[in-house]
């Protein structure tokens, strides 16, 4: 009967295949409890999933060039965002200087995740 029972399993699991979705976790990635501020330039972005990712150029006080990856939602969750709540009306628009603030990275001093995005209008996306 056992027997009978597991192929029964087995044959219903295959006739109805489940999409197995794994995820990882921010909170393992980025350090929630600091928060990084920086102003620089939008170099370029990546509205791809799983996450939208946002690489900036910012110039420091000596001339140097600190460059920053700064990961966002998922695109849908974007999309659905910026319909909503702010009418469809932000664009991201390369050359633009934005002042960002992030979640910095655990290990990496130029990744973040993103908590605030000032456009040079003024509008701050914060997803």
């Given amino acids: 009967m056992r027997t009978k029972l597991a192929v029964a399993g087995l044959l219903a699991s295959l006739a109805f295949p489940v999409s197995v979705h794994a995820h990882h976790s921010t909170v393992a990635e980025y350090d929630h409890s600091l928060t990084v501020e920086f102003e620089a ?57 934005h002042k960002v603030t992030v979640a910095p990275h655990r290990a990496n001093s130029a990744d973040g995740l993103l908590r605030s995005m000032q456009f040079p209008d003024g509008t701050v996306f914060a997803p």
């Fill in 41 to 97: 330039v939008l170099e370029r972005f990546e509205w791809v999933n799983p996450h939208v990712w946002f690489y900036y150029r910012e110039t420091l006080a000596d001339g140097s060039v600190k460059r920053w990856s700064v990961q966002s939602h998922s695109p849908g969750g974007m999309r659905r965002q910026i319909l909503i709540e702010y009418d469809g009306s932000i664009e991201f628009a390369l050359g633009l200087r």
